[in-house]
């Protein structure tokens, strides 16, 4: 039986898929792509909306039949359960966040650093006593294109993200 694992387009969530169907042995697999309510308020430049936007869609196709799974990032995941899915959660090798900069890796606390996450703000606010947080919204590729292209002097990322992804390299961590 083909096992069907709904996902969001961006490569980060289908390198996440990679990861889930290498470390279950899972050969017998077809990825159904969405395109969430999320993601398109997130391409418009939209910022408030609720993060239960990037899995309503995928849940109602588990709902409907059209998925057997979906393979997604926890932290877009809502807190509030939603009847008939169940919900399990493999924890990632890395936890650390990494902090990417524009031109060079001398932080300043009036750099304009992006990052849409509370835990994040709330993190570069105390620990590097940062005055000059910018909400950045967007999948991994679209908020480095904001950096480089000089909305911001440095952006927050998840390490893991950038693991699956292998941009550490590229971005000499």
Known sequence: ????????????????VDEFVSE????DFKIIKIKTEGDV???????????AHFVTDIQKSILRGDADIA??????TPAKK??????????????????????????????RLGTSSLRRKLQAFHFLKS?????????VDTRL????RGDYDCIILAKAGLERLRLLDELNY
Not at 1 to 16: E, V
Not at 41 to 51: C, R, V
Not at 71 to 76: G, L, N, P, Q, R
């Open 1 to 16: 039986m083909t096992l069907k694992i709904a996902t969001r387009f961006s490569k980060l969530a289908l390198a996440q």
């Open 24 to 27: 279950y042995n899972i050969s």
């Open 41 to 51: 308020k997130s391409a418009k430049g939209d910022t408030l909306f609720d993060k």
């Open 71 to 76: 393979v997604h990032s926890a932290k877009d």
């Open 82 to 111: 939603t009847n008939g899915i169940e919900r399990d959660f493999i924890l990632s090798r890395s936890s650390k966040d990494v902090l990417v900069f524009k031109d060079n890796n001398n932080f300043d606390s009036c750099m």
């Open 131 to 139: 005055s000059n947080i910018i909400d950045i919204n967007g999948n």
């Open 145 to 148: 294109e904001k950096l480089y």
